[in-house]
């Protein structure tokens, strides 16, 4: 009877597992087969091309890349100054929450929660347009103030990805922050009230201790998300080209490689590589903050 149970148990995973084959290990599968190959032309380049097996060649130049080993360093530096501010700010909004009244919350969470709930896409385009010196109000209202911004600048590019990629993350690590404050037993909050603490010092002392595992899973994802980045940098291309190049971001790169270029193998080559960076920089990172919360 218990190994029937079984059975039927496991058998009631057998559709994820099946999308979890078809969908993630078989193209990773076929991502690294076709990484191992090149196209080469036969002759002056006039004959047809032909695959050769070329082993970890592609790999060895996504290495000696300098292009796309700039493109990580640029990315990995402006997630060192944006995951942490998107992240305090979202902190910040929990707490709020957390002190408001159930009722007020839940109407709070929702307005914050907006920002997310629109595709990536469309609110890059929104914040390319309000950056626009053309159409977009902030120009005219930052004249207004004295101050001539111009959003499309090279020295105010990661700045306006960045509070747009600020603005649209809010709130989704809010709400985990917020899940993992309402699990913190209020028994805490009034025996230090009648201690004397007050809430600043409740919330330094009890609450943000309580949600680091929240903090620790909201910064890993904005890690993978970051290493990732590729709609707002592409949107801010076909604006301003002179300054976001085609090998702006690393994806960027491996984008123009596969459908510009054609160079599909290497594009693979490359991807595979991001995907290691992307795992060794995670587990560096929980390694790191687990040994702090301990």
Known sequence: MIRSMRWKGAAFTVPF???FVFLYLLPIGYAVHESLFTERQSGLGLGGATT???GLDNYTQGLTDSAFMNSILRVVLFACV?????????LLLALFLDALTSRAASRFRIVLLVPYMIPGVVAAIVWVNLYSPDVGPLTSIGKSLGLD?????PSMVWPAIGNLLTWHGIGYNMVIIYSALQGVPRELFEAARLDGASELRIARSIKIPFVRGAL????LLSIIQMLQIFNEPAL???ITPQTVSDSFTPIMIIYNQAFNAGNYHYAAALSVLLALILGVASFLFYRLTSKEAD
Do not use: D, K, Y
């Open 17 to 19: 597992q099946l999308g």
């Open 52 to 54: 050769e097996f070329v």
């Open 82 to 90: 944006q995951i942490p501010m998107m992240l305090l700010i979202s």
């Open 149 to 153: 911004w111009n959003f499309f600048a």
């Open 216 to 219: 620790v899973l909201t910064g």
């Open 236 to 238: 801010f291309r076909n």
